[in-house]
Nanobody, 115 residues
Framework: QVQLVESGGGLVQAGGSLRLSCAAS????????MAWYRQAPGKQRELVAS???????NYGDPVKGRFTISRDIAKNTVYLQMDSLKPEDTAVYYC?????????WGQGTQVTVSS
């Protein structure tokens, strides 16, 4: 069983920055892919960014060029650096892990961007 704990959310003004962290614990060996998703009230959950165990990254179109996903393997942690934040980025951000075709979700962390 993998456990994921997100942190780093909060309130920021438009144009500001935040860095989210996702710490993985438990049976974390051979996690194939980690990702960040987000969900705003009344909206579908959407992919923000992902990174594979080989280091390949993908980004959703709304955040491309503004957000960066990275990892620290020694600390079992994945990060999401969010720059040039917009009010449209307001959502609960969830960490996601894929291991041997099984998924684990974190509890989510709230990001609110004021105009």
């Amino acid at each position: 069983q993998v456990q994921l704990v997100e942190s780093g959310g909060g309130l920021v003004q438009a144009g500001g920055s935040l860095r989210l962290s996702c710490a993985a614990s438990g049976s974390i060996g051979s996690i194939n892919r980690m990702a960040w998703y987000r969900q705003a009230p009344g909206k579908q959950r959407e992919l923000v960014a992902s990174i594979t165990n080989g280091g390949s990254t993908n980004y959703g179109d709304p955040v491309k060029g503004r957000f960066t996903i990275s990892r620290d393997i020694a600390k079992n942690t994945v990060y999401l650096q969010m720059d040039s934040l917009k009010p449209e980025d307001t959502a609960v951000y969830y960490c996601h892990a894929l291991k041997a075709a099984r998924v684990t979700w974190g509890q989510g962390t709230q990001v609110t961007v004021s105009s």
